[in-house]
């Protein structure tokens, strides 16, 4: 699935994640430093870059040029979401973002 991610923004990427409705881990490098969006689903369940986490990796990543991405559906999603309640809330109003988690709303 690497190459159908290619030249795709991120928020396409985790759109077309989600319509697909997979579960597994996509691997970030932006060249500087690497992340990860877990799914289950479709659904985000994690999201890292660095050190950030939540809400502030996806912000940061959203503005990332030219990151590649590698999906992998191996990889099982953390059985919980790490994604603090507030920031389930910002995904969704500000990027469009399901959580998994996010119900609980």
């Given amino acids: 699935m690497t190459d159908a991610l290619r030249d795709i923004d991120l928020l396409d990427?985790?759109?077309?994640?989600?319509?697909?409705?997979?579960?597994?881990?996509?691997?970030i490098n932006t060249g500087m430093t690497e992340g990860?969006?877990?799914?289950?689903?479709?659904?985000?369940?994690?999201?890292?870059?660095g050190k950030l986490t939540g809400f502030q990796a996806i912000n940061a990543l959203a503005s990332v040029q030219d990151?590649?991405?590698?999906?992998?559906?191996?990889?099982a999603p953390p059985a919980q979401s790490s994604i603090a309640p507030n920031e389930r809330r910002l995904l969704k109003d500000f990027f469009g973002i399901e959580v998994a988690g996010g119900e609980q709303l």
Wanted: hydrophobic share 45%; no cysteine; proline share 3%.
């Fill in 13 to 27: 990427v985790i759109g077309m994640l989600s319509a697909e409705r997979v579960s597994g881990k996509l691997h």
């Fill in 67 to 75: 990151a590649s991405y590698e999906f992998d559906p191996s990889i």
């Fill in 36 to 49: 990860a969006l877990f799914f289950d689903r479709g659904q985000l369940v994690d999201a890292r870059l």
